[in-house]
C-alpha cells in the first residue's frame, strides 16, 4: 500500500504524515504531498524557532547539507571518472558559438547538452550553468537556448545540459530510481566539465533553471561550494516540493535526523548572490510575503540583506519568459560582471533576436555520431556503475 494524502487527515504536519505512514507499516511516495499554504507557514515559522544566530543556522544547514547528500545517496561522492569530452557539432551563430558536447558523469553513463561561448572570447570568463525544467523538448526549448545565447553574447560560457530522459539522455527514463542521485551528480559533473573550459573563471559562476532547474540550481548551490551566483526561477515554494521523485520531498527534504523545505534548501546559498524568481499562478505566488522574507533573514545574519532579491511577476505563469530572463540578465551582469551592454536595445529592453535554432541541430547523437557503443544500456549496468563509483578506492 502506498501512502498519500487521500489516506490522510489534514491538517497534519509533515513530521506527522512520517509518522503516520510508520505506525501504518506503509511505503511513503517517492514525491512529497504537498502542503496547504497554511501547513507551510506554520512548518516555516517552526523552522525560523530552531535558530536565532548565525552559527545556529551554519549549524542547521550543515545538517540539512549532510541529510541532502545521504538521502540522495551521494555520500559519500562517487568517484570522479575522466570526463573525456566530445563534441559532435559546432555552429557559428551572431555573437556566439554553440557545441553538441557529451562527457562522462560515470563510467560509461553520458551528460549531454550544448557550450555556449562568446565569440570575442577573453582570458577570464565566467561560466553559466542552465540545467532546464520538466519541458518536452528541455535544453533544447527556445526560452533555454534564448538565455545561453544572450549570456554567451555577454561574455559568458554556457553549459545547457539535459534532465535524466530527456532529450539526448536517454540511457535511462526520468521515472528510474536513481534518478534523484543522477541528476544532481550529473549537475555536479557538469560544474567540473564548465570550469574544464579554457578561459572560465572559477571564481565567477552561476547556475539558473526554470521549474525542475530551479530545483537543480538551488540543490547544486546548496551542496556545491564552487557556485558563486543562483537564480532559481519559478521553484521556491514552502508549500509545494516538486512533482517528480526527481527533486521533491522524501527523502532529501526529510528524515530521522533532518526536516526542511525548499526553501531552507535556498537560503543555504547565503550570502552569496541569489535572485529569486516567482510568479502569481503557480506554487511561488506566496514568496514575496512567505519565503523571501525568510531567505532575507538568513541573508542578514551575514549583513548580506542585498545580496539577495525577489523578482516577483504577480500577473504571469509557470515558464522562463522573457521578463523572468530579463530579471536574470541584469541580476547575473552585475554579480559576474557580464557586458550588458552589448544585448541592450536603445530603449533599455533586451535584444533577444537570431537566438534559437533548428532543434536537430543541437541533437548530440545522431547517424554520423552515434553514442558510444561502450554505454551503459540498462537501469541496472547504471546502478551498478554507480555503486561501483561509491566504493572507496584500495
Same mark, same amino acid.
Given at each position: 500500500? !502506498?501512502?498519500?494524502?487521500?489516506?490522510?487527515? $489534514?491538517?497534519?504536519?509533515?513530521?506527522?504524515?512520517?509518522?503516520?505512514?510508520?505506525?501504518?507499516?506503509?511505503s511513503? =511516495?517517492?514525491?512529497?504531498?504537498? $502542503?496547504?499554504?497554511?501547513?507551510?507557514?506554520?512548518?516555516?515559522?517552526?523552522?525560523?524557532?530552531?535558530?536565532?544566530?548565525?552559527?545556529?543556522?551554519?549549524?542547521?544547514?550543515?545538517?540539512?547539507?549532510?541529510?541532502?547528500?545521504?538521502?540522495?545517496? $551521494?555520500?559519500?561522492?562517487?568517484?570522479?571518472?575522466?570526463?573525456?569530452?566530445v563534441?559532435?557539432?559546432?555552429?557559428?551563430?551572431?555573437?556566439?558559438?554553440v557545441?553538441?558536447?557529451?562527457?562522462?558523469?560515470?563510467?560509461?553513463?553520458?551528460?549531454?547538452?550544448?557550450?555556449?561561448?562568446?565569440?570575442?572570447?577573453?582570458k577570464?570568463?565566467?561560466?553559466? $550553468?542552465?540545467?532546464?525544467?520538466?519541458?518536452?523538448?528541455?535544453?533544447?526549448h527556445?526560452?533555454?537556448?534564448?538565455?545561453?545565447?544572450?549570456?554567451?553574447?555577454?561574455?559568458?560560457v554556457?553549459?545547457?545540459?539535459?534532465?535524466?530522459?530527456?532529450?539526448d539522455?536517454?540511457?535511462?527514463?526520468?521515472?528510474?530510481?536513481?534518478?534523484?542521485?543522477?541528476?544532481?551528480?550529473?549537475?555536479?559533473?557538469?560544474?567540473?566539465?564548465?570550469?574544464?573550459?579554457?578561459?572560465?573563471?572559477?571564481?565567477?559562476?552561476?547556475?539558473?533553471?526554470?521549474?525542475?532547474?530551479? !530545483?537543480?540550481?538551488?540543490?547544486?548551490?546548496?551542496?556545491?561550494?564552487?557556485?558563486?551566483?543562483?537564480?532559481?526561477?519559478?521553484?521556491?515554494?514552502?508549500?509545494?516540493?516538486?512533482g517528480?521523485?526527481?527533486?521533491?520531498?522524501?527523502?532529501?527534504?526529510?528524515?530521522?535526523?533532518?526536516? !526542511?523545505?525548499?526553501?531552507?534548501?535556498?537560503?543555504?546559498?547565503?550570502?552569496?548572490?541569489?535572485?529569486v524568481?516567482?510568479?502569481?499562478?503557480?506554487?511561488?505566488?506566496?514568496? =514575496?510575503?512567505?519565503?523571501?522574507?525568510?531567505?532575507?533573514?538568513?541573508?542578514?545574519l551575514?549583513?548580506?540583506?542585498?545580496?539577495?532579491?525577489?523578482?516577483?511577476?504577480a500577473?504571469?505563469?509557470?515558464d522562463?519568459? =522573457?521578463s523572468?530572463?530579463?530579471?536574470?540578465?541584469?541580476?547575473?551582469?552585475?554579480?559576474?560582471?557580464?557586458?550588458?551592454?552589448?544585448?541592450?536595445?536603445?530603449?533599455?529592453?533586451?535584444?533577444?533576436?537570431?537566438?534559437?535554432?533548428?532543434?536537430?541541430?543541437?541533437?548530440?547523437?545522431?547517424?554520423?555520431?552515434?553514442? =558510444?557503443?561502450g554505454?551503459?544500456k540498462?537501469?541496472?549496468?547504471?546502478?551498478?556503475?554507480?555503486?561501483?563509483?561509491?566504493?572507496?578506492?584500495?
Amino acid at each position: 500500500m !502506498t501512502l498519500t494524502l487521500k489516506h490522510l487527515l $489534514l491538517p497534519l504536519s509533515v513530521a506527522a504524515l512520517l509518522a503516520a505512514a510508520a505506525a501504518a507499516e506503509v511505503s511513503l =511516495p517517492l514525491h512529497e504531498p504537498r $502542503l496547504t499554504e497554511e501547513q507551510a507557514r506554520a512548518q516555516l515559522a517552526g523552522f525560523a524557532k530552531t535558530w536565532h544566530t548565525r552559527a545556529e543556522w551554519e549549524a542547521r544547514a550543515k545538517n540539512i547539507r549532510a541529510g541532502i547528500l545521504r538521502e540522495a545517496h $551521494l555520500s559519500p561522492l562517487p568517484a570522479r571518472c575522466d570526463l573525456k569530452p566530445v563534441v559532435t557539432g559546432r555552429q557559428v551563430r551572431n555573437g556566439y558559438t554553440v557545441e553538441n558536447v557529451y562527457f562522462q558523469s560515470l563510467p560509461g553513463f553520458f551528460v549531454t547538452g550544448n557550450l555556449y561561448r562568446p565569440l570575442d572570447q577573453e582570458k577570464k570568463m565566467p561560466g553559466v $550553468l542552465c540545467p532546464h525544467g520538466h519541458l518536452p523538448n528541455g535544453r533544447l526549448h527556445e526560452s533555454t537556448q534564448t538565455r545561453c545565447a544572450l549570456l554567451a553574447r555577454m561574455g559568458a560560457v554556457v553549459f545547457a545540459y539535459d534532465m535524466i530522459g530527456f532529450g539526448d539522455s536517454t540511457q535511462l527514463t526520468h521515472k528510474d530510481d536513481n534518478v534523484l542521485t543522477l541528476q544532481l551528480w550529473d549537475s555536479i559533473r557538469s560544474l567540473d566539465f564548465l570550469l574544464s573550459q579554457s578561459g572560465v573563471d572559477r571564481k565567477r559562476i552561476g547556475c539558473t533553471g526554470e521549474s525542475g532547474g530551479g !530545483t537543480q540550481t538551488y540543490q547544486l548551490g546548496a551542496v556545491d561550494d564552487r557556485v558563486s551566483v543562483s537564480v532559481p526561477v519559478v521553484m521556491v515554494s514552502a508549500h509545494y516540493f516538486g512533482g517528480c521523485k526527481c527533486e521533491s520531498g522524501l527523502p532529501i527534504h526529510h528524515s530521522a535526523t533532518h526536516d !526542511t523545505d525548499n526553501v531552507e534548501i535556498a537560503a543555504m546559498f547565503a550570502p552569496k548572490p541569489q535572485c529569486v524568481i516567482s510568479d502569481g499562478k503557480d506554487w511561488t505566488k506566496n514568496v =514575496p510575503e512567505v519565503e523571501f522574507p525568510y531567505m532575507q533573514r538568513v541573508y542578514e545574519l551575514y549583513g548580506a540583506r542585498k545580496q539577495v532579491e525577489n523578482v516577483h511577476l504577480a500577473n504571469e505563469g509557470h515558464d522562463y519568459g =522573457p521578463s523572468k530572463r530579463a530579471g536574470m540578465y541584469r541580476f547575473m551582469a552585475k554579480h559576474l560582471n557580464l557586458n550588458i551592454k552589448k544585448v541592450l536595445n536603445t530603449d533599455g529592453s533586451f535584444n533577444e533576436t537570431d537566438c534559437s535554432v533548428d532543434p536537430a541541430s543541437l541533437a548530440v547523437f545522431n547517424a554520423g555520431h552515434p553514442r =558510444p557503443a561502450g554505454a551503459l544500456k540498462s537501469s541496472e549496468e547504471v546502478a551498478h556503475a554507480l555503486d561501483q563509483a561509491r566504493k572507496p578506492s584500495m
